[in-house]
């Protein structure tokens, strides 16, 4: 089996990617008795070089410790953020953190919350927003974090909502969530978000206040239904 290539990086190629300037990478190698960072693999003329997959494990870890040690400030569990807001109170640098999970890694962050049409027909766009407590609850579970504790905030349960009820009626996520047997609104969103929940693809209504979805108690018990096949 052939070996693979060590990909050697150099400041300039790190500082790219990470956002620094050469001279911040240079001083982070520099302190690496305080800062962990990896010791250089070779050199090119003057130039250090770097196994570029030390790097990006060190890069990891320093971002994975920064999280968690990360407290979000104490909001009301209802409150809506929008996606740079989110990406603040999760405790990320960029405030594109959060667009940047929904771009390139779907199905990994939450569904929004709320989804608001704006803009014109020729211009359309989309305003997208968390509830606090979706965030908790995904920040407690997501991939990647190992197990955490959460203190402070216990997740909702989900409410009790009869199979027999009037199938016309109009149903939001925590109670679709519920009706479908998911534990939590997060594993809902989740699945309805990788494709997982077909018929619910189709919004039954949406809500002029906050732009919430609806669907139907009868288009529920459908998807239930077809899960359960």
């Not at 968690?68 to 405790?91: C, I, N, R, V, Y």
């Not at 890694?105 to 709320?114: A, I, K, N, S």
């Not at 027999?164 to 969103?189: M, N, R, V, W, Y």
């Amino acid at each position: 089996m052939a070996r693979s290539t060590r990909r050697v990086v150099e400041a300039a190629d790190i500082a790219a990617k990470y956002g620094l300037t050469p001279a911040r990478i240079s001083s982070l190698y520099l302190e690496r008795e305080t800062t962990g960072f990896p010791d250089v693999v070779g050199h090119r003329g003057r130039a250090r070089q770097w196994d570029g997959k030390d790097v990006d494990t060190w890069f990891a870890q320093r971002k994975l410790s920064r999280l968690q040690e990360h407290k979000p400030p104490a909001l009301d569990p209802d409150q809506l953020l929008t996606s740079t807001e989110a990406s603040k109170f999760l405790g990320y640098k960029s405030p594109q953190q959060v667009n940047h999970y929904l771009r390139d890694h779907p199905g990994y962050f939450p569904e929004p919350d709320v989804v608001e049409e704006l803009g014109t027909p020729e211009r359309p766009y989309q305003r997208r927003r968390w509830r606090v407590q979706t965030l908790l609850d995904w920040q407690a579970t997501r991939p990647g974090m190992g197990r955490r504790k959460v203190t402070g905030r216990p997740t909702r349960p989900l409410p009790d909502v009869p199979v027999d009820g009037d199938p016309d009626e109009l149903l939001g996520a925590t109670q679709a969530a519920a009706l479908l047997g998911f534990k939590s609104i997060t594993s809902f969103s989740s699945s309805l978000a990788q494709g997982n929940l077909p018929l619910l693809k189709t919004v039954d209504a949406v809500t002029e206040s906050g732009g919430r979805r609806r669907w139907t108690r009868r288009r529920i018990l459908e998807q239930k239904a077809a899960r359960n096949r």
